[in-house]
C-alpha cells in the first residue's frame, strides 16, 4: 500500500507542475481555467460513493423498522380479530336459530288459517256478511 500511496503523491505532483505551467502560460492570454487532476475526479466519486453508501444504509435501516412497526400492527389487529370473529360466528348461530323458531310459528299460523277457514265453510253460516268479516280478520 506504501507503493502504490508513493506513485500517487508523484503522480499527484506531475499534476501540480502542470497545472502550475498551464496557469503561467495561460495567464499571459487572459483565460484561467481550473484543471481537477484524475487523482480529485476518484476522491470526488468516492466521496459519492461514500454518501450514497451512507444514505442507502439509512433508507435500509428505516424500511427495516417500519417492516417492524407494520408487523406488530398486523399481529396486534389479529388478536383483536380473534374475539370479534368468534361473536360472529354465536351470532349467526343465534340468527338461524330464530329463523328456524320463526318459520315453525309462520306454518303453525298457516295451518290454523286454513283449519279456521275449513270450520268456517263446513259451519252453518248465520249470516253470509259474518263470513266474510271473519275471513277478512283471519286474513290480516
Given at each position: 500500500m506504501g507503493?502504490?500511496?508513493?506513485?500517487?503523491?508523484?503522480?499527484?505532483?506531475?499534476?501540480?507542475?502542470?497545472?502550475?505551467?498551464?496557469?503561467?502560460?495561460?495567464?499571459?492570454?487572459?483565460?484561467?481555467?481550473?484543471i481537477i487532476s484524475d487523482y480529485i475526479k476518484i476522491e470526488i466519486l468516492e466521496s459519492r460513493i461514500q454518501a450514497y453508501t451512507t444514505r442507502v444504509s439509512q433508507l435500509q435501516t428505516r424500511l427495516l423498522s417500519t417492516l417492524d412497526a407494520l408487523d406488530q400492527v398486523k399481529s396486534l389487529q389479529e388478536q383483536e380479530l380473534v374475539p370479534v370473529e368468534h361473536e360472529n360466528a354465536l351470532l349467526k348461530a343465534q340468527l338461524h336459530q330464530y329463523l328456524a323458531v320463526v318459520k315453525a310459528a309462520e306454518a303453525e299460523r298457516d295451518d290454523m288459517r286454513d283449519a279456521v277457514l275449513k270450520l268456517v265453510e263446513k259451519g252453518e253460516p248465520k249470516s253470509a256478511l259474518k263470513n266474510i268479516s271473519l275471513i277478512s280478520i283471519l286474513n290480516s
Open positions: 507503493r502504490r500511496r508513493d506513485q500517487l503523491e508523484i503522480l499527484l505532483a506531475k499534476k501540480d507542475e502542470q497545472v502550475r505551467i498551464f496557469f503561467y502560460l495561460s495567464r499571459g492570454s487572459g483565460v484561467y481555467m481550473l
